[in-house]
């Protein structure tokens, strides 16, 4: 679970948006501190970016004074209850000083920066001053931390802090710039001892560069920090098993009994649920409901409770046994192309056993006056012998008399705001039911109605399911506020907040406006009818993903439907990484990508579209990558392709002034993308100085593929980051110039990848990341695959060991790419992906048709279209990468038979193996 997401879905309840977009109470613009609606004061100029308000003096003319490019910046941070005051006291510091300065305006967007799952590298950070020299550090740390002294915040791990205050201090970038790190992305820059641009390091931990002198003001700061250790605790930690922006979880073991145990952090002001909760509290309900269900044998017992610097710990014993998800990888009959009927009905025997023994665990707790509140597939831990069950992490659990609503939970088991005290559970208790067998509750967030649908799915994949333990979850799942049993009366104090965590909270509601069908809510009497009957009615009139041409020309409404062109940032909806630098444009995630997927699927054109990327390529924004998937590369293929030649050309000419031979050597953002584009701009367009520098690329792959290979580094594998990528470009130079070097070196490449792939044993063949085996497009074994048909065609006539190895991995491949469920639908990271590479490898129309059919499983309406949820299915997308543009493309792959929809450079292999 990839928690960023969450964040990103608050805003709006059909697409992933900026949470500086989210509005207050009633629909009316988000607060705003009062500081924040202050004039701006004569000789200074502000903007917003992002979630600052920035403040910068400006000279006579309008242009920003000149200042450092860089240097020890100050940072502070605030409470809900001081954030206001700090904020008065900032601006009056700075302005009469002219010291520029950006603070966070609203209480919204403070409150999700310190949120549980907010990013650790800036969390606490509300206000930020640049000072122009180390004497003004000084000067302003003390007199500024004089006037700050006594107010709280949470602590800035990036930072070092100064004396008690609120105020930190980091070295970093002022002025935006950029370089290529060392893993070939662009990334913010800062200019070292030499004049060289070299990676802003942003880690959550405070790192002084190495040509940097620590000021000698600030040496007492770093020993105070250093005088907390654990050292003196009767507790060796081991490990840490997870980290938050609330703190760290440790195991470890008590040195005077030997017992292994649990360390649970607390960081204060951290960490904060939608209540406002900070990790110290939350740990302290934890520790409260611990000690009210002790002696259940169903849970952690508390073992001590400490505080260390200003970090509070809760000790608990450990539990042995797996959580509940890590059984799904090696026990869900479905992850294979022909589930055997006798595994099915064994699984489904084993789920339905541990959903009772679940439920029994829970009703335990209930017993004590104790709601869990974040039940999920995570926090249910399964004995080593699989006969019991426990719960884990009751930081959100609750007097169930409270009758509280949940402020922290897993999205797929959230529950809707109407269900408070015990029915929180009994909801999540609903979505495991759908959960055990088909993992994807999350697409709830978006529309409930969805459970009946799935229920129907379930009922046909899992034949021994009974029915009626599916329509007793359906109906839990959509029951309306007037249904809902009166179990308990809310109180104020369990309320959430407006600005919740979760995405559940603005998601209530079915996925669309009056014109989506799911509008329609199902009732629960019409749900306990027959699961069958009942999922058709809120998608009855959706498209069937294989009913083509119908099914292009509604998911190609759905994605006008969606266009924003009056937005400078996007384009299209789609997912989250759109928002970072230059993730609008490109092919991956932005209007590019949706405009290439509409013209290989026969759509007419849509204008309004280019001219919004052709204006907002013209200027560029700053800090834009340069690859094929996530920059400027890709913008230029696809406007080239659309007729635009002259701005590709530009475009690609920006590219070449930067220093693109340090890019890393993949397709998604390195050199092999970037060389694809230039050797077919040079070709198309009669430019050879660019297919000079195609070569040239070539030649830098050559020459990394022959040195040694790391022996301990873990390398990438796929098309988009690993060898595959370069594979691609080898493999298209040796049919443009027909250089056998070239295709020795391709050879090489793919074998690197297959290098860092894994057999199961059912046969298939899968790109292995240690903690978990990937068969997708984008990062997995059918990108591989994709290649290795190309390499093939080559081949396929000369006798060789390697030619025999490459076809038994396509076999494995394959095999991968025609299980019967995958987790989401995407191109890149889903089945999407396994319809293209099946489409394109020419494999068996039945195992074509059986995928095609699957993507119907994740089917979403979108203003009476069809549409599909993005990565982690907590909102729709209509990107390429992740989207229902990438799902258009894929269908168009094997559905179109007169121009079928391809990949960028990858049409049909010449020769099919």
């Known amino acids: 679970m990839d928690t960023r997401y969450e964040v990103y879905a608050l805003a709006d309840r059909h697409f992933y948006e900026t949470p500086d977009r989210l509005a207050g109470e009633g629909g009316e613009a988000a607060p705003v501190y009062e500081t924040a609606k202050r004039a701006v004061p004569a000789g200074w100029r502000a903007a917003r970016i992002g979630d600052w308000l920035a403040l910068t003096p400006v000279d006579t003319e309008g242009r920003p004074r000149s200042g450092p490019a860089q240097g020890w910046k100050i940072h502070a941070s605030a409470t ?454 009942v999922s058709s009615a809120p998608y009855a009139t959706l498209a069937e993903p294989g009913d083509w041409p119908y099914s292009r020309d509604s998911m190609v409404k759905a994605i006008l439907a969606s266009a924003t062109p009056e937005r400078d940032d996007r384009l299209f909806p789609g997912d989250v990484a759109q928002f970072s630098e230059g993730g609008g444009l490109g092919l991956a995630y932005g209007a590019a990508g949706v405009l290439y997927a509409l013209s290989q699927t026969g759509a007419d054109r849509y204008e309004e579209g280019e001219r919004w990327l052709l204006d907002h390529t013209d200027p560029l924004p700053a800090g834009t990558p340069l690859g094929l998937y996530d920059g400027l590369a890709g913008v230029a293929y696809v406007l080239g392709c659309l007729g635009h030649r002259q701005r590709a050309l530009d475009l690609v000419d920006i590219v070449l002034q930067e220093k693109w031979q340090k890019l890393s050597s993949d397709i998604q953002g390195g050199l092999a993308g970037l060389g694809l584009v230039l050797d077919e701009l040079g070709r198309t367009a009669g430019e050879p100085e660019l297919e000079a520098r195609a070569a040239e690329v070539a030649r830098i792959l050559q020459e990394r593929l022959a040195e040694p290979r790391p022996a301990t580094k873990k390398r990438r594998a796929g098309l988009l980051r690993g060898a595959s990528g370069p594979a691609l470009f080898l493999l298209r130079r040796y049919e443009s110039t027909g250089d056998p070097a070239l295709l020795a070196s391709a050879t090489e490449a793919l074998r690197r990848d297959l290098e860092c792939c894994v057999k199961h044993p059912g046969g298939s063949l899968e790109v292995d990341e240690g903690w978990r085996t990937l068969p997708y497009l984008g990062d997995g074994s059918a990108g591989v695959g994709m290649v290795l048909d190309d390499h093939l065609g080559h081949t396929k006539d000369e006798p060789s060991a390697v030619r025999d190895e490459f076809e038994q991995a396509r076999a494995g491949i394959l095999t991968a790419s025609t299980s019967r469920f995958y987790a989401q639908p995407g191109l890149f990271q889903g089945r999407a992906g396994m319809v293209v590479h099946l489409s394109r490898t020419g494999a068996a129309p039945e195992r074509i048709a059986e995928q095609v059919a699957g993507l119907g499983w994740f089917a979403m309406p979108y203003q009476g279209q069809l549409a599909f949820p993005g990565q982690q299915m907590m909102r729709l997308s209509m990107d390429l990468g992740t989207g229902t543009a990438g799902c258009l493309l894929a269908l168009g792959t094997a559905l179109d038979g007169e121009v079928p929809a391809q990949l960028p450079f990858l049409p049909p292999p010449r020769r099919r193996p």
């Open 80 to 533: 809900r209850e001081n954030a206001e005051r700090i904020a008065e006291i900032v601006w009056d510091y700075c302005v009469p000083r002219a010291i520029p300065f950006k603070f966070v305006p609203g209480p919204h967007l403070l409150h999700l920066r310190n949120v549980k799952y907010a990013a650790r590298d800036g969390s606490g950070k509300f206000v930020t001053l640049y000072p122009s020299d180390e004497q003004q550090l000084q000067t302003v740390l003390e007199e500024l931390g004089a006037l700050l002294e006594g107010l709280d915040g949470p602590y800035i791990l990036t930072d070092l802090r100064w004396n008690e205050g609120p105020l930190y201090v980091r070295y970093g970038a002022f002025a935006r710039s950029f370089v290529v790190d060392d893993r070939g992305t662009l990334v913010p820059a800062v200019t070292d001892g030499e004049g060289r641009l070299v990676p802003d390091r942003r880690a959550p931990s405070f790192q002084v560069p190495e040509w940097v002198k620590l000021p000698a003001f600030l040496e007492p700061q770093l020993a105070a920090r250093n005088t907390t250790t654990v050292g003196d605790l009767p507790y060796r930690i081991e490990k840490a098993l997870h980290f938050s922006n609330g703190g760290g979880v440790y195991s470890g073991v008590d040195t005077r009994d030997g017992q292994r145990v649990v360390l649970k952090e607390g960081r204060p002001h951290a960490g904060l649920a939608a209540d406002g909760a900070d990790a110290v509290a939350r740990l302290a309900r934890e520790k409260y409901a611990l000690e009210r269900v002790s002696g259940l044998g169903v849970v952690p017992e508390v073992r001590d409770w400490f505080t260390l610097g200003d970090h509070r710990f809760l000790v608990m014993s450990f539990l042995e046994g797996r959580p509940l998800n890590s059984y799904f990888a090696e026990r869900h009959p479905l992850l294979s192309p022909d589930p055997d009927p006798a595994a099915v009905a064994d699984y489904t025997a084993w789920a339905l056993r541990i959903h009772r023994m679940v439920e029994e665990v829970v009703e335990a707790v209930h017993e004590r006056g104790i709601a869990f509140n974040d039940l999920h597939v995570f926090n249910i831990m399964v004995a080593p012998d699989e006969q019991s069950v426990s719960l884990l992490d009751f930081e959100a659990a609750a007097p169930i008399e409270e009758g509280g609503r949940q402020v922290v939970a897993h999205p797929g088991f959230f529950a809707p705001p109407d269900r408070t005290g015990a029915d929180v559970d009994r909801y999540a208790l609903a979505c495991l039911r759908l959960a055990l067998f088909m993992p994807v509750t999350t697409l709830f967030v978006v529309d409930r109605a969805k459970a009946a649908h799935l229920a129907e799915v379930i009922l046909g994949q899992f034949p021994d399911v009974p029915r009626e333990f599916l329509e007793e979850a359906v109906t839990e799942i959509v029951r309306t506020p007037a249904s809902s049993r009166t179990n308990a009366t809310p109180s104020a104090a369990g309320s959430p907040s407006s600005t919740a965590t979760s995405p559940s909270a603005t998601a209530d509601s079915p996925s669309s406006a009056a014109t989506s069908p799911s509008s329609t809510s199902t009732s629960p009497s019409a749900v306990t009818s027959a699961p069958s009957a």
